[in-house]
C-alpha cells in the first residue's frame, strides 16, 4: 500500500506545549500535505510540502519532508485547546492521494 | 466553510432502501471525489470525477452509483446497502485532478441497519 501512516496514534499534551506528529509513507511523491479533521467533520487543507522542498512554515505549523526517510513531520507550536483534532498526511503519488489514519490531537486547557 | 456543501448531514436506512447523497461546490472546481472514512481505517477514495467525467472507480461495488451532471454537483446514488457501509462519506473538490489541495464538505454520517 502507498498510504501514509501517522505516529502516534494519538496524543494529549497541556496547552502551551508543542505537539510533534511524523508521517511515513511508502512510494515516491509529488508533494505531501497535512489536513485537519475536527470530530464528524470534513478534513482542512493546512499545508502542502514538495517534493523538492526540505522545510516550510505556516503560522504556527512546521512541516518537514525528508524524502530519503519517506518521512514527514507536522509541528504545532505553543499549542491551543482549539487544536484539538485529528491530523492526516496525505501523499500525491501519481494522480491518486493516500491519506494515513491519522494522529488524534487533543490539548487540554 | 471550505465552499463545499453535503447533504443530508446524517442519514439512516434500511438494507433494502435507496437513497442519494448530495454534495455542491461554490469555488469553481473541475475535479470532485467521493472518499469513504470508516473507523480506525485510512480514508479510502471511491470515486474521482474531472470535468463532469468518471476518471477513478476504486473497485466500489455497484450497490454505490456516482452521478456528476455538471461540474459543481455530484450524487452518490445508494441501494441495498450493508451495515459494513456504515462510515462517514465525504466529498471534496479541487482545481485539478493532481498536485492540487482539495476542498472537503462535512459529510454525510450513514448508518446502514
Known amino acids: 500500500s502507498q498510504q501514509g501512516e501517522e505516529d502516534p496514534q494519538a496524543l494529549s499534551i497541556q496547552e502551551g506545549e508543542n505537539a510533534t506528529m511524523n508521517c511515513s509513507y511508502k512510494?515516491?511523491?509529488?508533494?505531501l500535505q497535512w489536513y485537519r479533521q475536527n470530530s464528524g467533520r470534513g478534513l482542512v487543507h493546512l499545508i502542502l510540502?514538495?517534493?523538492?522542498?526540505r522545510e516550510k512554515h505556516s503560522g504556527r505549523l512546521r512541516v518537514t519532508l525528508d524524502t530519503s526517510k519517506k518521512s514527514s513531520s507536522l509541528l504545532i507550536t505553543a499549542s491551543r485547546a482549539a487544536d484539538t483534532a485529528s491530523y492526516f498526511c496525505a501523499t500525491l503519488a501519481g494522480n491518486q492521494f493516500y491519506f494515513g489514519t491519522g494522529t488524534s490531537l487533543t490539548v487540554i486547557p | 466553510e471550505t465552499g463545499v456543501t453535503q447533504t443530508p448531514r446524517h442519514l439512516v436506512m434500511g438494507m433494502t432502501n435507496k437513497k442519494s447523497l448530495k454534495c455542491e461546490q461554490h469555488l469553481g472546481h473541475n475535479a470532485m471525489y467521493w472518499y469513504k472514512q470508516s473507523a480506525k481505517k485510512p480514508l479510502e477514495l471511491m470515486f474521482v470525477?474531472?470535468?463532469?467525467?468518471?476518471?477513478e472507480n476504486n473497485s466500489v461495488p455497484s450497490r454505490f452509483s456516482p452521478e456528476c451532471p455538471n461540474s459543481s454537483h455530484l450524487f452518490l446514488h445508494l441501494h441495498t446497502l450493508q451495515p459494513e457501509d456504515s462510515a462517514l462519506y465525504l466529498c471534496?473538490?479541487?482545481?485539478?485532478?493532481?498536485?492540487?489541495?482539495?476542498?472537503f464538505g462535512p459529510g454525510t454520517r450513514l448508518l446502514v441497519l
Open positions: 470525477y474531472n470535468f463532469k467525467e468518471q476518471t
Open positions: 510540502i514538495r517534493s523538492n522542498e
Open positions: 471534496a473538490s479541487s482545481q485539478g485532478t493532481s498536485q492540487e489541495t482539495q476542498y
Open positions: 512510494t515516491s511523491i509529488n508533494n
